[in-house]
């Protein structure tokens, strides 16, 4: 697993003094990068090539969040890869190298061209290696949208929301989900299913659905079409 060493900072942290979801995964985007650029297959040799990584989807599992100044290991690896699809794990570690969270990953690559899937090169797979499956509980990738749901306000797209490939980047899309989440809303699980991008001065509607074990947050385009549903779990009743 490629890894590289942290200490939560406290423009990470919450009001409680712990690592928030958007730096979780901020953590594991920069290590993947980190990986990619460490192995030349990284943001250069993407443009060059004309291709691009879009994430489809998302599972993180948190045993812990850890607290402001401690200190933490990332790691990642993909052990999947076929056809235009690439398969990742992530993993935050503590100091005593026990999880605090693990995650899966779905990525599709795409020609910038033409937009559409292309294959991944022999080149890029052998760089990069394959491992193991991490040990974790897999849920399905696609996750039912309920048929009813409670309209929020309306998010405009600013410039903070995009990455290098002018796009909302995934952990903003996750942001904007959360925000429909009351304040004390412990989420033990995040899962996030991407299925439209959304670009500068886009208008994404939320509707949440709260059930008993789960709260359900689109956020949809002006025509009501869905550009992300995102599941958000509590820790389990003891």
């Given at each position: 697993?490629?890894?590289?060493?942290?200490r939560?900072r406290y423009s990470?942290?919450?009001s409680?003094?712990?690592?928030?979801m958007a730096s979780l995964?901020n953590y594991?985007?920069?290590?993947?990068?980190?990986?990619?650029e460490?192995?030349g297959?990284g943001?250069d040799?993407?443009?060059e090539?004309?291709?691009?990584?879009?994430?489809s989807?998302?599972?993180?599992?948190?045993d812990?969040?850890?607290f402001?100044c401690?200190?933490v290991?990332?790691?990642?690896?993909?052990?999947e890869?076929?056809?235009?699809?690439g398969?990742?794990?992530?993993?935050m570690?503590?100091a005593?190298?026990?999880y605090?969270?693990?995650?899966?990953?779905?990525w599709?690559?795409?020609?910038?061209?033409?937009?559409?899937?292309?294959?991944?090169p022999?080149?890029?797979t052998?760089?990069?290696g394959?491992g193991?499956?991490?040990?974790?509980?897999y849920?399905?990738?696609?996750?039912?949208?309920?048929?009813c749901g409670v309209e929020?306000?309306?998010v405009?797209?600013?410039?903070?929301?995009?990455?290098?490939?002018?796009?909302?980047?995934n952990q903003q899309?996750v942001?904007i989900?959360m925000?429909?989440?009351?304040?004390d809303?412990?989420?033990r699980q995040?899962?996030?299913e991407?299925r439209?991008?959304?670009?500068l001065?886009d208008?994404?509607?939320p509707?949440?659905?709260?059930?008993?074990?789960?709260t359900?947050?689109?956020?949809?385009?002006?025509?009501?079409?869905?550009?992300?549903?995102?599941e958000?779990r509590?820790?389990?009743?003891r």
């Open positions: 697993m490629y890894t590289f060493e942290g939560i990470e942290a919450d409680e003094g712990k690592l928030t995964i594991f985007q920069d290590c993947s990068s980190f990986q990619s460490d192995l297959i943001l040799y993407l443009r090539n004309r291709l691009v990584w879009v994430l989807s998302w599972q993180i599992v948190v812990r969040y850890p402001y401690e200190k290991t990332i790691g990642t690896r993909p052990y890869m076929k056809g235009f699809l398969y990742r794990n992530f993993a570690l503590d005593e190298g026990k605090l969270a693990r995650a899966n990953s779905l599709s690559l795409l020609d910038t061209q033409t937009g559409r899937p292309t294959m991944i022999e080149e890029m052998a760089r990069y394959l193991e499956k991490l040990e974790m509980e849920a399905p990738r696609k996750i039912a949208i309920p048929p929020k306000e309306a405009v797209v600013k410039k903070h929301h995009l990455d290098t490939n002018h796009h909302v980047n899309f942001s989900a925000d429909c989440l009351p304040e809303y412990a989420v995040v899962r996030a991407y439209r991008q959304a670009f001065n208008v994404l509607i509707r949440v659905t709260d059930e008993e074990d789960r359900v947050v689109v956020l949809g385009d002006a025509e009501g079409k869905p550009c992300m549903v995102a958000f509590k820790p389990a009743r």
